[in-house]
Each structure stands twice: as C-alpha cells, then as structure tokens.
C-alpha cells in the first residue's frame, strides 16, 4: 500500500513569495493534518481536514490555509513567506480523527525562506 | 510551560544498553499517548500507542502512562545502533476536536 507522497520535498523561496504544498494520503484514509517542524519548536500542528472540512486549526496566523479535495488529497498555502517559516512541513494521514494519535506521516517538504 | 515537556537530548548509549525515554504533560484530559520515531531527514512513524494508564509492550519496546503522575515513558531493551533517530511523545484528549500535542523530541544516539 502507498504511503503518505509530499511534494514537492525540498524548495527554496525568498520573502515575500508564497508557496503551496501538495500531499496525497494513504488510500481510503478520509483524515489529513498538517504540522511545522523545526528544531526549537518540535512538531507544531497546523490544522486537520477531514472529509474536506477543516476540523482543527492551530495558533498560526492567517497566512498559513489549507483545503483538502474530494479525493481527500490536500495543499496548504503560505502567503507573505517570513524568514521564520523555514521549517520541514509534515504532512499525516490517518482513518479517524487526528486525536486518536495513530497518524501515517509523510517524508516532509522542507521550505528554506531566503 | 508547554503541555509537553521531553528533555531533548542528544542521549549517547552503547549497543545493548537499557534506554529510558520520557515525557511529562500537564493536561490531565489526556487519554491517548503515542512514542513516534523519526530517522534524520524521514517523517516520524508511529512506534507505541497507549489508551490510558497501564503499559504496553511491543518486542525490544515497552511503553508505559502513569496518569497520576502525569508522566510517559518508553524503554528500549537491548538497543541496537538502528535504534538511533530522534523519539517523540505525542498525547491528546478524547474529543473529536482535540489536537494532539507532540513533544519536542529527544535525540537517541546508539553507538556499536
């Protein structure tokens, strides 16, 4: 079976721009979340979707959105991209809700903001 | 204070050491409380999963909740230098809406 696919893995922007990340979730997995990681903050969520909805967000700013599609497949966009948001981006999808902890995670996209 | 507390590391242990692994939360609406695994440069992978109090055991790994406590742990027995790779706790409520809450990882380093 198919794991979790980011993409793209690794890309470089330069302040201001904006960047959209793609993840497709494991087959029949309906639950996609998103979290930051960087190395003095661990693994920061960003928000749930589930069934197209958003479900959970985290305490980031407006800048940071996502969606999810009908074919549960989703993107997160980052607009007005600070040197703070370099980070690895994880996507992680998993049958249920978020909360039940047993999450599948992809490889990561790592953003360096120049 | 974070939710979540884990010490960060790095660990350094010979091969075949007893590790001990640990983190402490303050939230006591927690009721699922997970031990990822990440490898440099890969996603972490779901190691342990534990419902509420008790321990778990899964080959060389043993997790174990102390809810009255307030304090998570995982042990490996006889660890290997694959064991090495950064172990986050990670630990939410029951509800539809809670989030789940990682710790910030410690730094395991297994050497032959």
């Known amino acids: 079976k198919a794991g979790v696919t980011q993409t793209p893995r690794y890309l470089i922007k330069t302040r201001g721009q904006q960047v959209t990340l793609s993840c497709s979730p494991i087959?029949?997995?309906?639950?996609v979340s998103w979290y930051q990681q960087t190395p003095g903050q661990g693994l920061q969520f960003l928000f749930e979707?589930?069934?197209?909805?958003?479900?959970n967000k985290g305490n980031f700013p407006g800048r940071f959105s996502g969606r999810q599609f009908s074919n549960s497949r989703s993107e997160m966009n980052v607009s007005t991209l600070e040197l703070g948001d370099s980070a690895l981006y994880l996507c992680?999808?998993?049958?249920?809700?978020?909360?039940?902890?047993?999450?599948?995670f992809g490889e990561g996209s790592r953003l360096t903001v120049l | 204070q974070k939710e979540v507390e884990q010490d960060p590391g790095p660990l350094s242990v010979p091969e075949g050491a007893i590790v001990s692994l640990n983190c402490t939360y303050s939230?006591?609406?927690?009721?699922?409380f997970m031990w990822y695994r990440q490898y440099s440069r890969k996603g972490p992978e779901l190691l342990m999963y534990?419902?509420?109090?008790g321990n778990k055991e899964d080959g060389r790994f043993t997790a174990q909740v102390d809810k009255s406590s307030k304090y998570i742990s995982l042990f490996i027995r006889d660890s290997q230098p694959s064991d090495s790779a950064t172990y986050l706790c990670?630990?939410?409520?029951?509800?539809?809406?809670?989030?789940?809450?990682f710790g910030t990882g410690t730094r395991l380093q297994v050497f032959p």
């Open positions: 534990t419902y509420s109090s």
């Open positions: 990670a630990m939410s409520g029951a509800g539809n809406t809670d989030k789940l809450i």
């Open positions: 992680a999808s998993s049958l249920d809700r978020v909360s039940t902890g047993e999450l599948f």
């Open positions: 087959s029949g997995h309906r639950s």
């Open positions: 979707y589930f069934s197209e909805t958003q479900r």
């Open positions: 939230n006591s609406a927690f009721q699922y």
